[in-house]
């Protein structure tokens, strides 16, 4: 990634530097939000800024243009230092019509910059917004600073001369309000010419028209007295090394990738889509090269049964979905267990119940993946914290699948998913290898035993059918021991149910010792999984700074837990579990541990903001005091 910040012409009015900025950007759907947010992230990010992405959804398909259910938004916080967290409220707000300034307005910090597009504020669009009145003239802005501008009269000047019909060039405003945002903030242009050559490549009059909108937007604001300041947010420092701006699902499947490569192994993904895992799909899908087979199955029991029966034929078995394809998967999943295969399951967690909101995020799958499955199921759980963090659980979910021949159920949500943040590349040489085995021809006359199990993982021989020697059933109905028949002893059974589940706790033996962000001991521990881990980070250090002892650690295996949490916990006063649903795993350590672990909810399919939390964090940290000093 490259760290110069070259100057960029006409900045005479005046640079001012800045530490970090939050900018979001609301419209229609198709106002292109969030392309406009994805190329302003892009050339950040090849500035050397740290980054922090929030694409939201909306979670109509075909809202009403104008209308507030189907505002789109994206929120992107670029900074000189690290952070962990894509901002809380925005510093600039660009709302593309009233229904975006209605929803988005209240989370605007006072005197922030308030880009309007004035074009959209007719009476018709104050009514689909739900306006009784102008909030431009009512005293609803005071207290903001306010630019308005008529994007979509500027941008048909700017095209005025385009082969692009009205419509067509109508559509360019976002890029003239992106060359605008460009000049207050001292991007460059040119990776987005860029990547606009080559998403248009067919269509070069699209090219033309949405560059010359962006040139236009950022020479408006060069020119007119009402941008009267320019910023810039120096470079943040970095580890050395390659960098690239990644997504949770990109992330994710590359890890999975990799993981498939360093076990010499053929991924085959079985999956149906479904918001918002459907891009591992996407992706996953242009690796034909690397040998990845994909398959769109009919429904989500054809596609985890098909990946099964990939695992079985000696691939890696993928099925990728969501909360509710992750009920109807569940008896192929016990399959698996009963089997005794290794299946990697993707589950990008959304608001449920049922179909919910399928474009926000929530954490309440977890239940579901630990005991949602009929008699005694134990599979692995483990979960991504960061967009980049995924590319490291997706692999650890290649390497335990395959040493300990069971189903891993990878939690991610549709906050990492579609969030983003710097990447550093790894060098695949140093990537850890992992050993698969399969099961050698047999011997003449020895009977092949399916069951005879490796003593240190208790995992199972995989054998590939059609090798020599290598006959034996496979299925549903429980198995004998060491030989595989079927067999409805009643001891057997116990000891297969309690073998399964053994098997699965062994993996607590390979997790390294849990990482606390401050000391191991303290007044108050803050545990999280999955994404909240940015807000419970930012809150965290805060209160440290202010002098609290208060420290945090972050779950990435969920089953089994690691071996050293129980102690962990002890060292503290107090234990509070911040999740994005109603206490699942605040719950699973209270029945497990016997602690008094505090629960903290939130589920309104948004994520976390770090200022709550630490307002939460800060009263029970004056509790705790108060009980000592009693």
Known sequence: MSTSNPSTPGLDKGLQ???????????????????????????????????????????????????????????????????????????????????????????LKKDGILLLNTASFGAL???????????????????????????????????????????????????????ILYWMFHREMAPTEKAIAQ??????????????????????????????????????????????NIMGNQALTLGVVAGAE????????????????????????????????????????????????????????????????????????GLAVMAELPLVVLNVQRAGPSTGMPTKTQQADLLQCMYGRNGESPVCVIAASTPADAFEVGFEAVRIATKYMVPVIVLSDGYIANG?????????????????????????????MPYQRNPETLARPWARPGTKGLVHRIGGLEKQDVTGNICYDADNHQ????????????????????????????????LGWGSPRGAITAATQRLQQMGHKISCAFLRHLNPLPNDLLDLMKGFKKVVLPELN????????????????????????????SHVLESYLNSVLANVAKEVRK
Request: include cysteine; proline fraction near 7%; glycine fraction near 8%.
């Open 17 to 107: 530097d800045i530490d970090q900025v939050v900018i979001r950007f609301a419209g229609d759907s198709g106002d292109g939000m969030q392309l406009t947010g994805d190329q302003f992230t892009r050339t950040t990010a090849l500035m050397g800024n740290d980054i922090a992405t929030f694409p939201d959804f909306p979670a109509e398909i075909r809202a009403p243009a104008g209308t507030l259910p189907g505002v789109s938004a994206f929120q992107l916080r670029f900074s000189s230092f690290d952070i962990h967290t894509p901002g809380d409220a925005p510093d600039v707000l660009v709302a593309m019509n009233p229904a975006a300034l209605k929803v988005h307005l209240k989370e």
């Open 125 to 179: 669009d104050l009514k689909k917004a739900k306006y009784d009145k102008d909030p431009r003239t009512d005293g609803s802005l005071a207290g903001y600073r306010v630019i308005e501008v008529d994007l979509e009269k500027r941008t048909l000047e700017a095209l005025a001369n385009s082969k692009l019909d009205n419509r067509g060039r109508e559509r360019c405003k976002n890029m003239y309000a992106l060359g």
């Open 199 to 244: 998403k248009f490549a067919k269509k070069p009059e699209l090219v033309e028209a949405n560059l010359m909108a962006m040139k236009a937007g950022h020479a408006y604001a060069e020119t007119v007295e009402i941008f009267q300041t320019a910023y810039r947010v120096p470079p943040a420092a970095m580890k050395p090394g390659t960098y690239r």
């Open 262 to 333: 360093k076990a010499n192994l053929q991924i085959f993904l079985g999956t149906y889509p479904i918001t918002p895992a459907s891009d591992i799909l996407h992706q996953l899908s242009t690796y034909k090269h690397r040998g990845v087979i994909t398959f769109q199955a009919e429904d989500e029991i054809a596609a985890v049964a098909a990946a099964i029966g990939s695992s079985y034929a000696g691939c890696l078995g993928v099925t990728s979905t969501s909360g509710p394809g992750i009920a109807l998967k569940s008896e192929a999943i």
């Open 420 to 448: 983003s943040e710097p990447w550093l590349l790894p060098d695949p040489d140093k990537l850890p290898a992992i050993p698969v085995t399969f099961a050698p021809e047999g011997k003449a006359g020895e009977k092949f």
């Open 495 to 526: 000891h297969m149910v309690d073998t399964r589940a053994q098997k699965v706790a062994n993996i607590a033996k390979d997790l390294p010792p849990l990482a606390t962000f401050g000391a191991r001991t303290g007044d108050v521990l803050v």
């Open 582 to 609: 109603k206490g699942q795993l605040a719950m699973m350590l209270r029945a497990k541990y016997l602690v008094d672990v505090q629960s903290y909810s939130q589920v309104d399919g948004q994520p976390f903001k």
